[in-house]
T-cell receptor
C-alpha cells in the first residue's frame, strides 16, 4: 500500500541552526513528492515538489529537499532556521499525478532563541 | 491575493444539523478537492471533482456530500454532523500547465465545531 512516513513527531532546533526533517515513502513506483508547511489555524502552503529529474529540489523560504531512491527518502533541509519557520511540516506523496495526495502524519517544528 | 477562498473560516453547528462549507477559486483550475484534517492529524482526502466528474474516496462516509455548480465554486455538505466530524476542512485546487498537473493550492480552511 502506498504510504508516506514522517518518523519525527516533534523537533526542536535553535534559531540559526540547520534543520533536516525526514520523510520516507512506500510506493510501487516513484511517486510525486511534496513538502507542505502549515502554520496554526492556517491552510497548507507548498514548499517544494519533486516530479522527476534533478534529485535536489529547491523550494521557497530557503528550503530544499533531496530525493534518494535507494533510501526511499525525501528529506527536507534548511541550512539556518528562523523563528518564523516554527510550524507543522507535512510530506505528501501522489502516485497518480492527479494530486490525490497522501500525507504523512506531520512533524511539528519548534524554534528556540 | 487569495486564490482559494474558504468561507466561513470558523463554523459552529449543532449535532445533527446540516451544514455547508464553501470554497471558491480564482485560478480557473479544473480540479477541486476537499480534505478533512482532525486535530494533530494529517489531512485526509474526502473527494474531488475533475471538472464536473465527482470522485469519492472509498472510505468517505455517506454523511459527506459535495456539489460543484460551476468551475469556481465547490461546496461540502455534511448532512448530519456528529461530534467526530469536528475538524479543519481544507479545500484545494489544481489545474493543468503545459500538459502537467500543477501542484495543489490550498485555502486557509474552515474549522468546524459541533456542539
Amino acid at each position: 500500500a502506498q504510504s508516506v512516513t514522517q518518523p519525527d513527531i516533534h523537533i526542536t532546533v535553535s534559531e540559526g541552526a540547520s534543520l533536516e526533517l525526514r520523510c520516507n515513502y512506500s510506493y510501487g513506483a516513484t511517486p510525486y513528492l511534496f513538502w507542505y508547511v502549515q502554520s496554526p489555524g492556517q491552510g497548507l502552503q507548498l514548499l517544494l515538489k519533486y516530479f522527476s529529474g534533478d534529485t535536489l529540489v529547491q523550494g521557497i523560504k530557503g528550503f530544499e529537499a533531496e530525493f534518494k531512491r535507494s533510501q526511499s527518502s525525501f528529506n527536507l533541509r534548511k541550512p539556518s532556521v528562523h523563528w518564523s519557520d516554527a510550524a507543522e511540516y507535512f510530506c505528501a506523496g501522489d502516485q497518480t499525478g492527479a494530486n490525490n495526495l497522501f500525507f504523512g502524519t506531520g512533524t511539528r517544528l519548534t524554534v528556540i532563541p | 491575493d487569495a486564490m482559494v477562498i474558504q468561507n466561513p473560516r470558523y463554523q459552529v453547528t449543532q449535532f445533527g444539523k446540516p451544514v455547508t462549507l464553501s470554497c471558491s477559486q480564482t485560478l480557473n483550475h479544473n480540479v477541486m478537492y476537499w480534505y478533512q484534517q482532525k486535530s494533530s492529524q494529517a489531512p485526509k482526502l474526502l473527494f474531488h471533482y475533475y471538472d464536473k466528474d465527482f470522485n469519492n474516496e472509498a472510505d468517505t462516509p455517506d454523511n459527506f456530500q459535495s456539489r460543484r455548480p460551476n468551475t469556481s465554486f465547490c461546496f461540502l455538505d455534511i448532512r448530519s454532523p456528529g461530534l467526530g466530524d469536528a475538524a479543519m476542512y481544507l479545500c484545494a485546487t489544481s489545474g493543468w500547465d503545459r500538459g502537467l498537473n500543477t501542484e495543489a493550492f490550498f485555502g486557509q480552511g474552515t474549522r468546524l465545531t459541533v456542539v
